[in-house]
């Protein structure tokens, strides 16, 4: 157990809806990232948050958003949800932002779009 | 840009024989690599990391990597593969966001 945690692990949605995905990240850790896993595209960066403030963007659509709240915790948005959108997304943690940060990742949401 | 590959994407290996899975990079400067494992329904855990420093890194599980430069690799082994290895194996580099290979799966017969 990395100590991040996901929620839901699980979600089945239609084209065109929006969902939110949930990331607590361990205890004291203030990097949050978010990592689409799928079939065609592998393992992708999506965005990062630094205590607050977005630090890194990376191929993340515009359909997708992302903030850190105050107490640390993430939500990833994704809207009008095509069915490429289907993926694992994964969230990850780690104490600083620098090169060479371990990240922790957690469980991943299996996000499928019907 | 920055990017990893594993030119492996499966592994078929014995119970108790050794293992090694391939990862090369493309960077300019010395890079921060990584390995993870990915078992059946988990998040990725982290193995072991190279900086600097010594090119042969020891990891958790009874992994360890070493880092070539004039080869452009970073490969993960183990002497003797355990029937609990069997997942997928990602390699990455850090270039203030993890790249990751493609990832190599390892099955492991008895």
């Known amino acids: 157990d990395s100590g991040v945690t996901q929620t839901p692990k699980h979600l089945i949605t239609a084209t065109g809806q929006r969902v939110t995905l949930r990331c607590s990240p361990r205890?004291?850790?203030?990097?949050v990232y978010w990592y689409q896993q799928s079939l065609d595209q592998g393992l992708q960066f999506l965005i990062q948050?630094?205590?607050?403030?977005?630090?890194a963007k990376g191929n993340i659509l515009e359909r997708f958003s992302a903030q850190q709240f105050p107490d640390l915790h993430s939500e990833l948005n994704l809207s009008s949800l095509e069915l490429g959108d289907s993926a694992l997304y994964f969230c990850a943690s780690s104490v600083g932002m620098g090169q060479g940060t371990e990240q922790y990742f957690g469980p991943g949401t299996r996000l499928t779009v019907t | 840009a920055q990017s990893v590959t594993q030119p492996d994407i499966h592994i078929t290996v014995s119970e108790g024989a050794s293992l090694e899975l391939r990862c090369n990079y493309s960077y300019g400067a010395t890079p921060y690599l990584f390995w993870y494992v990915q078992s059946p329904g988990q998040g990725l855990q982290l193995l072991l990391k190279?900086?600097?420093?010594?090119?042969l890194v020891q990891g958790i599980k009874g992994f360890e990597a070493e880092f070539k430069r004039s080869q452009s690799s970073f490969n993960l082994r183990k002497p003797s593969v355990h029937w609990s290895d069997a997942a997928e194996y990602f390699c990455a580099v850090d270039d203030y966001k993890l790249s990751f290979g493609a990832g190599t799966t390892v099955t492991v017969r008895a």
């Open positions: 190279y900086f600097s420093g010594d090119t």
């Open positions: 948050y630094y205590n607050g403030e977005e630090r």
């Open positions: 205890s004291g850790d203030l990097s």
